[in-house]
């Protein structure tokens, strides 16, 4: 047993029911949120440190011995996602402090806060296939009920359709399951892992390849990939922006992360089907996603359609399938995760501000709040991936790895998708924060923007966005990281190998 | 007994999806529940059916005799079958809500309201 790979999950249960021990003070749970993300965050530190000399630590559950009990294992991918989540889940709390309305509050905001984070990090930690289906469902429900929490008219409408697609999504994943085990009889990822490297007799290839596709289209759907898009930006400007930043971040990433786990490990018996398609679908997603941000006012639906669009640059590694293409679809994913939240953050400010995300009634925000502007400019121009912020070397990584392997046509659509990225970026420069304010009477209320209120929210933008500085000024290490993490996920017997050395 | 479950199977995805595509909200959750219901008794098809004896290792013996019936399949269903009772149950207070405040259970009054 390996405490440590527990704490992921043990950290954010044990704050969600401190929360609700405490649900008489708002001012105790929102503190307790605070330190809860920062314990989650100290844990996945040191879960990185174990294993950045390139081990995976592996626990068994209950001591039952591989392949039988449900494993628990955190390789160097998993231990990175997790920092994402720890570093997303504290900014996001440090911005929830003071913008949460009380009504909210108390029907419990902070708990499904921590309820969904537990369920992320369950999803980046198990090694089990049923398993990860059951965290799914921890971390869905809770974001079912943050989404729709506050009642608003808009919000319902957002979470009827948010809510059905997933539940689609859980259900296909749960017959493809059902078939797996009916072919294999385990559902360890590292024992299927195993047992399709060692070979599929013909018969079997074509059924394996239809369940590798039931798993692409149920991830698909979580991830926001090409056809399977449209719960997303139709629900996720609904709900405050706290919430907006943290399914932003967090969310659409574990579909991604599913795909990355199970399109390395267990279904690459045919890749030149699998991962071409992917690639394929990787290109769609982008040029959909932008061009569908192009048509957009509203700030947060803006910003929904730019999470499809980096969704098909992180497929767009896993299609390229190599290590250096699998590493900057890692450094992409902590990239625009970080990068997505601050802009999203940035609009929460803007509304605090005055009161609309609507890009026409915004305006003269520079003239207001220029340190804001700076951190704006900083999280955009990452996203559009300009020297020397963190998204131009992610996507330098997998311009490179694409152009290596020959797949020339991906190549441009990213390289287009980036131009019309900075032109929307620069959109809501343009109308948010560099034109006059359209009418000057309106209440530009200078008490909103004082106080104890405004620094927190500035402390988790600034957090953010100096993050994809430092993470662009300090790409070598960070990358080097990432390296590692995809040279483990190209040779999946290491995986294999560590699950079976941990039966005791 | 494979055939007729099968047939089960495809009959509940078949109706659940034809639900899913009616206009009305309480439809649609009926068919999101025969999805799930389709998918349990998938699992329970797929894990081979067999008439054995239960998975309980025999006094003095060290490990099971074939043949035995599989009881993880079950334990899988079980899990399954509690995460959709909690899952609809809460889509089915998300519909009432939303029944609420739109007036409505039909999903094209939703259409374009939202900005």
């Not at chain 1, 078939?179 to 559902?187: A, N, P, V």
């Amino acid at each position: 047993m390996n405490i440590l790979i527990l704490l992921p999950i043990a950290i954010p249960l044990a704050t969600g029911i401190a929360t609700l021990l405490a649900y008489r003070s708002r001012m105790i749970q929102r503190w307790l949120n605070v330190i809860g993300s920062t314990a989650l965050l100290a844990a996945a530190i040191v879960l990185l440190t174990e294993v950045a000399g390139q081990d995976i630590l592996v626990t068994q559950v209950g001591n039952w011995p591989a392949p039988f009990g449900i494993i628990l294992a955190v390789d160097l991918f998993s231990a990175i996602m997790l920092l994402l989540t720890g570093i997303i889940a504290l900014a996001v709390s440090v911005f929830s402090l003071f913008t949460i309305d009380a009504a909210r509050e108390q029907f419990g905001y902070h708990q499904l806060y921590h309820f969904l984070l537990m369920g992320v990090s369950g999803t980046f930690v198990t090694g089990d296939l049923f398993n990860l289906y059951v965290w799914f469902e921890v971390l869905l429900i809770s974001s079912f009920v943050l989404l729709a929490l506050g009642g608003e008219r808009a919000q319902m409408e957002g979470a009827i359709k948010y809510v059905t697609l997933n539940l689609m999504a859980s259900a296909i994943f749960l017959a493809a399951l059902g078939l797996l085990y009916g072919i294999f009889g385990t559902l360890n990822m590292a024992d299927l892992g195993r047992i399709i490297a060692q070979g599929l007799s013909p018969q079997e290839r074509g059924p394996v390849t239809a369940l590798a596709m039931l798993f692409m289209a149920a991830f698909g759907i979580k991830a926001a990939m090409f056809p399977l898009f449209f719960w997303l930006p139709d629900s996720y400007h609904t709900p405050p922006v706290a919430v907006s930043a943290l399914f932003s971040g967090l969310l659409t990433k574990v579909g991604v992360y599913a795909l990355v786990r199970v399109f390395t490990l267990i279904f690459i018996h045919d890749t030149g089907f699998t991962h071409t398609l992917l690639l394929f679908l990787a290109g769609l997603t982008m040029i959909t996603g932008v061009l569908g941000a192009v048509a957009q006012y509203d700030m947060r639906r803006l910003l929904s359609f730019h999470i499809i669009s980096q969704i098909g640059y992180l497929l767009m590694g896993l299609g390229l399938f190599s290590a250096a293409s699998l590493a900057s679809t890692i450094f992409f994913t902590v990239h625009v995760s970080i990068a997505k939240t601050a802009l999203f953050l940035v609009s929460g400010a803007l509304y605090h501000r005055y009161g609309t995300y609507d890009l026409k009634k915004l305006g003269g925000a520079y003239h207001h709040m220029p340190g804001l502007a700076v951190l704006f400019l900083l999280a955009a121009l990452a996203l559009a991936g300009l020297p020397p912020l963190s998204g131009f070397f992610a996507k330098l990584g997998l311009v490179r790895a694409g152009l290596a392997q020959g797949h020339y046509l991906i190549v441009a659509v990213a390289l287009g998708v980036s131009l019309l990225t900075l032109f929307s970026m620069m959109k809501i420069w343009n109308e948010a924060f560099w034109k006059d304010r359209p009418d000057h009477d309106q209440r530009i209320s200078s008490l909103r923007g004082e106080g104890r209120n405004w620094t927190t929210l500035l402390i988790s933008v600034a957090s953010l966005s100096l993050l994809t500085a430092i993470m662009g000024l300090g790409a070598s290490p960070a990358f080097e990281l990432a390296l590692g993490a995809g040279a483990q996920l190209m040779n999946p017997d290491l995986y294999i190998q560590a699950v079976w050395k941990g039966a005791p | 007994m494979e055939v007729v479950l099968a047939i089960v199977v495809g009959g509940l995805y078949a109706a659940g999806i034809y639900m899913l595509l009616r206009r009305s909200l309480v439809k649609l959750l009926i068919g999101l529940a025969f999805l799930s219901h389709a998918a349990n008794l998938l699992i329970f098809t797929a894990a081979r059916l067999n008439r054995a004896a239960p998975p309980v290792i025999a006094p003095g013996e060290q490990a099971l005799t074939a043949p035995y019936a599989d009881p993880l399949p079950q334990a899988l269903i079980l899990t399954a079958i509690v995460i959709s009772f909690g899952v609809t149950a809460f889509a089915l207070a998300l519909a009432y809500r939303t029944y609420r405040s739109v007036g409505s259970d039909d999903l094209d009054e939703m259409k374009g309201i939202e900005g």
